[in-house]
Structure formats: structure tokens, C-alpha cells
């Protein structure tokens, strides 16, 4: 059976074809600068790597037709009736949405119903959702939100202690999000711990980073919120901040809400304060050099990402196992030992050596007693395995 997996962006559409249940991949690409005239398209398969490039590209309807001719013409696949389902992914689900779902037009309204949430997310994931429906209209479609692992949290972690009409009228609440990823890592982490009640935080550090308690395979708190904006500094969100600068900006530099809500999203974070780069392994070469604000970058992720753990470990009653992963808790090793060393006073201990492997590893030291592991995600996956179960019901 043969999956797509997709990850629609305002102006990007990432996707993998699977083979299940053996989850295997088959290709992988994805197409930037959609509705520019030097779009690009990436496609690897069996090894190799296609591109195309100053495309034009003008909207998601075209870059969906553009995936499968690219299938069909490299041999990939013979025709699309090998296709047996597309997982999409959808970053906000609200309270709408407990679980995935399988897309019709009343699930693709409530999406909608949910973009003031996700400005940014959920809009473009509906139009690569209608695109692909248009194109594959005889096969299940199924929405997979990056909020669904966190509706376990429990009241007092997920709402906020402001006038609580808010949240009744608006949705005003934590919903965190990545929740397909810290699911895929903390299933695999459970099962090695191979205990019941087990305790687990996992670190997705990437671009966009959150950090999870996950306890007995739920999540029962999350480091972002109502929106991704909340949380640790990541490469250009600042993560928690004072709300009053919002006031201050405007009396200051005459910004506007949309102005400073900008910065904080786009312009802050690794970038904001290296003035350098939104990018982990720019920043970390720059530390290296002896640059400073760059290494302020990195100290300042570390010291919050720590923060989120203290508290995680209190939440939790103890920790068995610390999971790293995304872009740059995979392979920055710096980082790592930037939030580990911190955490030495809870007997987090690393083995810097083993720090230095590359891909799935044990990090931790053989005294530490708390488990380290490194533990690649995999969002697609997750996707395409939610395809296939909500294709049996």
C-alpha cells in the first residue's frame, strides 16, 4: 500500500510516498517558492536527487500536479491508482479535533473555522488539501494535527490564567503543537523503557522547537501554546516574553501589533540575538570563531530549554528518559551539551564522546540516571500510519 504523506506551507509543499505497513520510503521532495516565477522542485527516489528550477509555480493546485507528474514520469509509480490514501498534515485542531480525521467538506470548514489560531499554517494546509483532492478525488484523505497528542493535557496545564471567558468564547488555551513528532519519539522511548508508568521529556529542537512531558504515553504539558510563538527561543520566534512589550514598541518605535508580533516570530530568536543567522550550524561556527552573541544565542536556548526540563522533571515525579531530535537536537551536538550540563544537579549526565555520534545513539553516561538518547523523528510516518488506521474503520 502506498501512502503520501503531506506538509503544505504558505509557500512550500514538502511530501514523502510511502510503502505500508513496511514504512518504507519510496520518494520524498518538495516544492519551494510556490506563486513566484523561480519556484523549485526537488524529488529524490532510489537514491538520486532531481531538480527543477525558476519553475512557474503560481498556486498549490499546480505544484500538486507537478508532484505526480514527477512520480508518473520517473517511473515511480505507473499510475495513480497506486496511490491508496494521502495523510495531510494540519498544524491547529482546536478543541475541534481529539483525534485525525478523515477530510470531507464539513472537516475542511472546521479547519477553516480554526485559522485565526493558525495564521500562518492552517490556511496553506487547506489549500494543498483541497489541491490534492482535486487530483486525487477516489482515494481517503486524512487531516493529522499537530495538536491532537497534547489534548491529554489536563486543565490546569493547558489553560492560561487569564478572564476565563476568554477561553469560552475565543479558545484562549495552550494547545501546543509537533505532536505527531514527540508521539513518534516517546512511543519509541516508552518501549525501550519497557515500563508502564514511564516518565519521558522530549526535545524537538529544530527551526521551530517545543519541549513535552509525556507521562505513561500521554502528554500531559508542552512548552508551546496557543500558538508556536510561545515557549523556548528558537531560530527566529523569541519564545516567552512579556507581554507589555507589545505597549512598549508601539510608544517607542510607533510599531503596530502586526508589527512586533512579526519580530517576534521572524525576526528574534538565534537571529535576533546573533544578528547573524536563523541557522544552528551558522550560529554554532560562529561560537567557535569567538563570537559572542552567538554563543548568547546558544546559551540563552540552553538555559530556557533547561528551565522547561526542571520544571518537566517536578511535573513528572522523575524522569527516565531525556529524548533529543529534529534538525538540531539530532545533530547539534553543542547544543546538547549545552542543555545537559545544566541539568547535572537532576544526575542528567552526558558522555561527551558518545555525544559526538551521529544519528539514533545513547548519550547518556553509564552513571547518569537518567537515560539520553538521540531518536531521529519521523512526522511522516506517524502520518501515514493514522492513513491507514482511520482507512480501516
Request: overall charge negative; aromatic content about 6%; glycine content about 8%.
Amino acid at each position: 500500500m502506498k501512502i503520501m504523506s503531506v506538509n503544505a506551507g504558505s509557500s512550500s509543499l514538502k511530501f514523502q510516498l510511502l510503502l505500508m505497513p513496511e514504512e518504507k520510503e519510496i520518494a520524498s521532495g518538495i516544492v519551494e517558492r510556490i506563486g513566484n516565477k523561480n519556484a523549485e522542485f526537488t524529488l529524490k527516489f532510489n537514491g538520486t536527487k532531481k531538480q527543477q528550477k525558476d519553475l512557474v509555480i503560481l498556486d498549490h493546485s499546480v505544484a500538486v500536479d507537478l508532484v505526480i507528474n514527477g512520480l508518473l514520469e520517473n517511473g515511480i509509480i505507473s499510475s495513480l491508482e497506486e496511490i491508496n490514501g494521502v495523510g495531510h498534515r494540519v498544524v491547529q485542531g482546536g478543541e475541534l479535533f481529539k483525534d485525525s480525521a478523515v477530510i470531507d467538506d464539513e472537516v475542511v470548514l472546521k479547519i477553516a473555522s480554526l485559522n485565526d489560531l493558525a495564521p500562518l499554517h492552517n490556511p496553506a494546509h487547506i489549500i494543498g488539501i483541497n489541491a490534492f483532492r482535486k487530483a486525487l478525488p477516489n482515494v481517503i484523505q486524512v487531516a493529522v494535527f499537530d495538536t491532537v497528542f497534547h489534548q491529554t493535557m489536563p486543565q490546569e496545564n493547558f489553560l492560561y490564567a487569564t478572564p476565563y471567558e476568554w477561553y469560552e468564547k475565543y479558545g484562549v488555551r495552550k494547545y501546543g503543537a509537533h505532536g505527531t513528532s514527540h508521539q513518534y519519539v516517546s512511543q519509541i522511548a516508552h518501549n525501550r523503557l519497557g515500563k508502564e508508568d514511564s516518565k519521558i521529556i522530549v526535545c524537538h529542537i529544530g527551526n521551530g522547537a517545543s519541549i513535552s512531558a509525556i507521562r505513561a504515553g500521554k502528554s500531559i504539558d508542552t512548552s508551546m501554546g496557543l500558538t508556536p510563538l510561545e515557549g523556548i527561543p528558537m531560530g527566529t520566534r523569541s519564545g516567552n516574553i512579556d507581554p507589555a512589550v507589545f505597549l512598549l514598541m508601539s510608544q517607542k518605535e510607533g510599531y503596530s501589533l502586526e508589527k512586533t508580533l512579526n519580530e517576534l516570530n521572524r525576526a528574534s530568536g538565534y537571529l535576533g540575538v546573533s544578528g547573524l543567522s536563523h541557522d544552528s550550524r551558522d550560529i554554532v561556527d560562529a561560537a567557535h570563531a569567538g563570537n559572542h552573541r552567538a554563543q548568547l544565542a546558544i546559551d540563552i536556548q540552553a538555559k530556557r530549554i533547561a528551565d522547561y526540563i526542571g520544571s518537566y522533571y517536578v511535573l513528572l515525579e522523575g524522569l527516565d528518559a531525556l529524548c533529543f531530535t529534529a534538525g538540531i537536537g539530532e545533530n547539534a551536538k553543542e547544543v546538547r551539551e549545552a542543555v545537559c550540563k545544566r541539568l547535572e544537579v537532576l544526575g542528567i549526565k552526558l558522555d561527551l564522546e558518545k555525544n559526538n555520534s551521529r544519528g539514533e545513539a545513547e548519550i547518556s553516561s553509564d552513571d547518569s540516571k537518567v537515560k539520553v538518547w538521540v531518536i531521529p523523528t519521523n512526522e511522516e510516518v506517524m502520518i501515514a500510519r493514522d492513513v491507514i488506521r482511520l482507512g480501516k474503520k
